[in-house]
Nanobody
Framework: QVQLVESGGGLVQAGGSLRLSCTASGRTVRTYGVGWFRQAPGKEREFVAAIGWNSDITYYADSVKGRFTISRDNAKNTVFLQMSTLKPEDTAVYYC???????????????WGQGTQVTVSS
């Protein structure tokens, strides 16, 4: 019902910045929250940030507070993740997901994108 496509990943040096985009299509009328998650090889998927689709509520993982900013453009059905002061430990595949509430738990998200690779070199 909802399709999500991430873009903006790439290779960046430590201390650099990237902006990820997540564009939604389909039945987005039931989308109330959008989150970003990341997963490194051999590790569990972890929460990064979330934003309300029709509210200004935001959540951030402690590991990215002060460095990452989540934002949205409702007219374009797009959510952004501005990542600054990147560290090698930020290297992962980044996924966006939509939910009917604003959540920080992956199991509560209904639709997922395919992911975009972010690699941070030291």
């Amino acid at each position: 019902q909802v399709q999500l496509v991430e873009s903006g990943g790439g290779l960046v040096q430590a201390g650099g910045s990237l902006r990820l985009s997540c564009t939604a299509s389909g039945r987005t009328v039931r989308t109330y929250g959008v989150g970003w998650f990341r997963q490194a090889p051999g590790k569990e998927r972890e929460f990064v940030a979330a934003i309300g689709w029709n509210s200004d509520i935001t959540y951030y993982a402690d590991s990215v507070k002060g460095r990452f900013t989540i934002s949205r453009d409702n007219a374009k059905n797009t959510v952004f993740l501005q990542m600054s002061t990147l560290k090698p430990e930020d290297t992962a595949v980044y996924y966006c997901a939509s939910s009917r509430t604003v959540e920080t738990t992956a199991d509560l998200y209904s639709y997922w994108g395919q992911g975009t690779q972010v690699t941070v070199s030291s």
